[in-house]
T-cell receptor, first 115, second 114 residues
Framework: GAVVSQHPSRVICKSGTSVKIECRSL??????MFWYRQFPKQSLMLMAT?????????EQGVEKDKFLINHASLTLSTLTVTSAHPEDSSFYIC???????????FGSGTRLTVV | AQKVTQAQTEISVVEKEDVTLDCVYE???????LFWYKQPPSGELVFLIR??????QNEISGRYSWNFQKSTSSFNFTITASQVVDSAVYFC???????????FGQGTTLQVKP
């Protein structure tokens, strides 16, 4: 089946630095990818929709200058958390639409801790 | 607007009991898709089932079964003879419209005690 690889799985960074998270579709082309954030004991909140070759569409309340999304190829989307702060500490997970099926494949998630 | 409501925040059962997780959804679209996912402590999402709005047949897969009722906008999930390994957070999700966005409910934490 379709596989989405997400890296890194865990990252600890200092406040004020930037962190890049990669989401790669391994055996299919993903024209659309989605980025979610999940705080402890909460649901997955959609942050943005990433379309290959175009600007991402951000959900209301998500700072696009802080969460930079790049979907430069059909197999790779990246989320960069710029000038990270402790409140950005969360679990970030990406998802790609499966080709030919109305389904979604999820990455394994990235646990970001900002100290 | 799309919305998914899982009213049960936490459920605790004893092993071998049956348990039903409720899911109520809202959408104005006539074509939509409903999903259930399991999220163990590792964080990865495990796909359980997908159902489209035109298929109201209930489904059984081993100890799992799903009851889809459009009349009440519900898509409930039942685990029969629960096991400790079923302990996880379960999410119901909805996708409708042209954007393809998948919207999640609040999740239900299921604890199965031995």
């Amino acid at each position: 089946g379709a596989v989405v690889s997400q890296h890194p799985s865990r990252v600890i960074c200092k406040s004020g630095t930037s962190v890049k998270i990669e989401c790669r579709s391994l055996d299919f082309q993903a024209t659309t990818m989605f980025w979610y954030r999940q705080f402890p004991k909460q649901s997955l909140m959609l942050m943005a929709t990433s379309n290959e070759g175009s600007k991402a569409t951000y959900e209301q309340g998500v700072e696009k200058d802080k969460f930079l999304i790049n979907h430069a190829s059909l197999t790779l989307s990246t989320l960069t958390v710029t000038s990270a702060h402790p409140e950005d500490s969360s679990f970030y997970i990406c998802s790609a639409r499966e080709p030919g099926l109305y389904g979604y494949t999820f990455g394994s998630g990235t646990r970001l801790t900002v100290v | 607007a799309q919305k998914v409501t899982q009213a049960q925040t936490e459920i605790s059962v004893v092993e071998k009991e049956d348990v039903t997780l409720d899911c109520v959804y809202e959408t104005r679209d006539t074509t939509y898709y409903l999903f259930w996912y399991k999220q163990p402590p590792s964080g990865e999402l495990v796909f359980l089932i997908r159902r489209n709005s035109f298929d109201e047949q209930n489904e059984i897969s081993g100890r799992y079964s799903w009851n889809f009722q459009k009349s009440t906008s519900s898509f409930n999930f039942t685990i029969t003879a629960s096991q400790v390994v079923d302990s996880a957070v379960y999410f119901c999700a909805l996708s409708s419209g042209n954007t393809g966005k998948l919207i999640f409910g609040q999740g239900t934490t299921l604890q199965v005690k031995p």
